[in-house]
C-alpha cells in the first residue's frame, strides 16, 4: 500500500474539525498508520515550506502554523496521495469543490485546514522529516476485503 502524509493545520485544531477531518479519511478506507501532536518552529517550517520562503506571505504563513499546536499523520491505502488530494480539494478554500475538506470546512487560501502531499517522492520526504521509523505502524484493517477487491491488494 502506499503512503501519504498530512498536516492538520491550527485552523482545524482552533475549529475544532479534526474529528471531522479524520473520519472523513477512514471512511474513505485509508488506514492511519501514524499520528501525533506536536508543535512547529520556525526551522522546522522553513525547511518544509522551503519553495514558499521567499514569497512575501511567508510571515504571515510562519505565523499561522505556530498559532496552536498541529496534528500530522500518515495515511496509508491504494494510490494514497491522489486519493487524498482529491478529498482535500484547492488550496484556496473558496475554490475548492463541494464535498471536498477545504470546500466544506474552509474560506481562506492561507487558513486552509491541512496541508497534503503533492507526490509520493514528496510524501517519503515528509514522512521522513515528521516521524521517526518506528512511528509509523504496519497493521492491517480487519474489514480491508470490504475496501478493496483481493486483486487491488499489494
Do not use: W
Request: proline share 5%; charged share 20%.
Amino acid at each position: 500500500m502506499d503512503q501519504t502524509f498530512i498536516i492538520l493545520k491550527p485552523s482545524t485544531i482552533a475549529r475544532c474539525l479534526v474529528g471531522d477531518v479524520l473520519t472523513r479519511f477512514q471512511r474513505k478506507g485509508l488506514l492511519i498508520a501514524g499520528i501525533k501532536m506536536m508543535c512547529l518552529d520556525e526551522a522546522i517550517l522553513r525547511e518544509h515550506y522551503a519553495h514558499l520562503v521567499d514569497r512575501p506571505f511567508f510571515p504571515s504563513l510562519l505565523h499561522s502554523m505556530t498559532a496552536t499546536p498541529v496534528i500530522v499523520a500518515v495515511l496509508r491505502g491504494k494510490n494514497a496521495v491522489e486519493v487524498v488530494r482529491a478529498m482535500t480539494g484547492a488550496t484556496n478554500c473558496r475554490n475548492a469543490a463541494p464535498g471536498t475538506i477545504r470546500g466544506d470546512f474552509g474560506m481562506s487560501g492561507q487558513e486552509n485546514i491541512i496541508h497534503a502531499s503533492d507526490s509520493p517522492e514528496n510524501a517519503e520526504i515528509e514522512i521522513n522529516r515528521f516521524f521517526r521509523p518506528e512511528e509509523i505502524f504496519d497493521y492491517t484493517l480487519a474489514g480491508i476485503g470490504s475496501i478493496y477487491a483481493p486483486d487491488e491488494l499489494d
